[in-house]
């Protein structure tokens, strides 16, 4: 077995976002991925809200997808800690993903006060802990998180065990983040990491910034960003979520091509990397 091939593979949802849940897991399954992530949360106000946290038809139809398929779920979307979150409401979200099965709870960082931030992603472990679930900040240059240095930080000062960072290669370049930050932390802040590509040129304005990141992404090795670089600086074991929203590719071409060929792309560049590896 290859490098590539033994590293667990999972589909994001901003990949397909055009799909409900239960259609995640099939396209998942269909495309050769072992694991599927989820947003039972909507990331914007404009995004659709999919009616699947508590006991409703969605929730047992998504449940079926997974039994039937053998899909599991790595991680679940979006948790933001803003000034004014109630963490306790989080709760019922969060026994949904339980009942899922899945292991990551993706969490962005809005509040400006680091300190609160800290207290609250606490709290949300403490929740977190008993169901089985792992709350990882991942920072993004246009939060109150920015950068890995930052989140690391952060989730160094919750003392929390349950707790950790997710790297995705869009938001680590924007931020000018380095290899060198990325290899100091400790290895057991990372839990999986998130996959795509992007233009080597960096964004000037926000808007662009934004764009690129929620709709316009790259199919990994045909952008700009060290893609080798950032996988040789994480431990080799990483699930990968492969996070690459199309918004162009998805006017023409179907969900599960779409997944096939991410997947592919993924596992070329991770052969590269080991290969690199065996020869340094």
């Not at 106000?45 to 449940?63: A, Q």
């Not at 779920?73 to 339980?98: G, K, N």
């Not at 949300?124 to 939060?143: H, Q, R, V």
């Not at 795509?196 to 992404?217: H, I, K, M, N, V």
């Amino acid at each position: 077995m290859t490098q590539a091939h033994a590293r667990a593979m999972s589909l994001s949802a901003l990949t397909v976002l055009e799909l409900t849940p239960p259609q995640m897991v099939q396209c998942a399954a269909d495309a050769g991925y072992d694991f599927v992530g989820l947003r039972l949360l909507p990331a914007t106000d404009h995004e659709v809200r999919h009616e699947i946290v508590g006991d409703t038809p969605l929730k047992r139809e998504t449940l079926a997808a997974l039994k039937g398929t053998g899909v599991r779920v790595l991680d679940v979307e979006i948790l933001r800690l803003r000034p004014d979150t109630d963490v306790a409401s989080y709760e019922p979200m969060l026994a949904t993903a339980a009942e899922f099965g899945a292991q990551y709870v993706l969490v962005a960082g809005n509040d400006p006060d680091e300190a609160r931030t800290v207290e609250r992603l606490g709290q949300l472990c403490d929740i977190a802990a008993p169901l089985g679930l792992t709350p990882s900040l991942e920072p993004m240059p246009w939060t109150d998180v920015k950068n890995i240095t930052q989140a690391a930080r952060i989730v160094n000062a919750t003392g929390k065990r349950n707790t950790g960072l997710i790297i995705d290669p869009i938001h680590f370049d924007r931020a000018a983040s380095s290899l060198d930050e990325l290899r100091a932390l400790p290895r057991e802040y990372f839990g999986y990491v998130q996959f795509c590509d992007a233009p080597a040129e960096r964004p000037t304005d926000l808007d662009t910034l934004l764009f690129q990141a929620r709709c316009e992404r790259l199919v990994p090795g045909e952008g700009g960003l060290d893609l080798v670089g950032i996988l040789r600086a994480l431990p080799e074991h990483l699930p990968v979520s492969i996070e690459v929203p199309t918004q162009h590719w998805a006017k023409t071409t179907s969900a599960v091509v779409r997944a096939r060929r991410l997947r592919e792309a993924t596992l070329a560049v991770i052969e590269r990397a080991s290969s690199v590896s065996r020869a340094s």
